[in-house]
């Protein structure tokens, strides 16, 4: 079955670009749905975007104007980029995906904290 | 925007008890709404999705109901495995915005 792995820096520089890869295994990119979510310490899930069908994107518009989210076909790989982050954006970033269902995430990666801090 | 709102925030408890989580969304949502389980440490665990549909391996002793604004989670009979985080979410078609509520923590 489709299993999701997130790795990427525990720590970022207030001002500079978070940069995290989800590696899929167990299923294509080039088919479902990939997202990005984040929860900030003690706090609730905020779904940061998502992309599908080889390429096409979708943000939450909150966060519109620093994400990108990329895949690579090659590696089976999706990647979230986040620039100029602040103190605010420290949170475990989950990768999650749309499998079996229509718009609900059936499949998690295990999360990874990522620090904010200078 | 869509708001999903959970409350209250604390639901205590005690095993063996029934339970229920309400989800209230600002506008109707139809049946586009799923709910999640997250343990400390953990990854959410998806649990219902189109509103009453249970995911993949979840215990029939969850189950989901409502549609438009008001939504219900049901845990029959609770285990202590099942003391956690729940969240309700939603799926906006246009703008595409997946949303969730602020979730509740349901506490022995």
């Known amino acids: 079955q489709v299993q999701l792995q997130e790795s990427g820096p525990g720590l970022v520089k207030p001002s500079e670009t978070l940069s995290l890869t989800c590696t899929v295994s167990?299923?294509?990119?080039?088919?479902?749905?990939w997202s990005w979510i984040r929860q900030p310490p003690g706090k609730g899930l905020e779904w940061i975007g998502d992309?599908?069908?080889?390429?096409?994107?979708n943000y939450n518009p909150s966060l519109k104007s620093r994400v990108t989210i990329s895949e690579d076909t090659s590696k089976n790989q999706f990647s979230l980029k986040l620039s100029s982050v602040s103190v605010a954006d420290t949170a475990v970033y989950y990768c999650?995906?749309?499998?079996?269902?229509?718009?609900?995430?059936?499949?998690w990666g295990q999360g990874t904290m990522v620090t904010v801090s200078s | 925007e869509i708001v999903m709102t959970q409350s209250p925030a604390t639901l205590s408890f005690s095993p063996g008890e029934r339970a229920t989580l309400s989800c209230r969304a600002s506008q109707s949502v139809n049946s586009n709404l799923a709910w999640y389980q997250q343990k400390p440490g953990q990854a959410p665990r998806l649990l219902i999705y189109?509103?009453?549909t249970r995911a993949t391996g979840i215990p029939a002793r969850f189950s989901g109901s409502g549609s438009g604004t008001e939504f219900t989670l049901t845990i029959s009979s609770l285990q202590s495995e099942d003391f956690a985080v729940y969240y309700c979410?939603?799926?906006?078609?246009?703008?595409?915005?997946?949303?969730f509520g602020q979730g509740t923590k349901l506490e022995i």
């Open positions: 189109g509103a009453s």
């Open positions: 167990g299923g294509s990119i080039s088919t479902y749905y």
């Open positions: 999650a995906a749309i499998v079996a269902t229509d718009d609900a995430f059936d499949i």
């Open positions: 992309i599908y069908y080889s390429g096409s994107t």
């Open positions: 979410q939603h799926f906006n078609n246009w703008p595409p915005r997946y949303t």
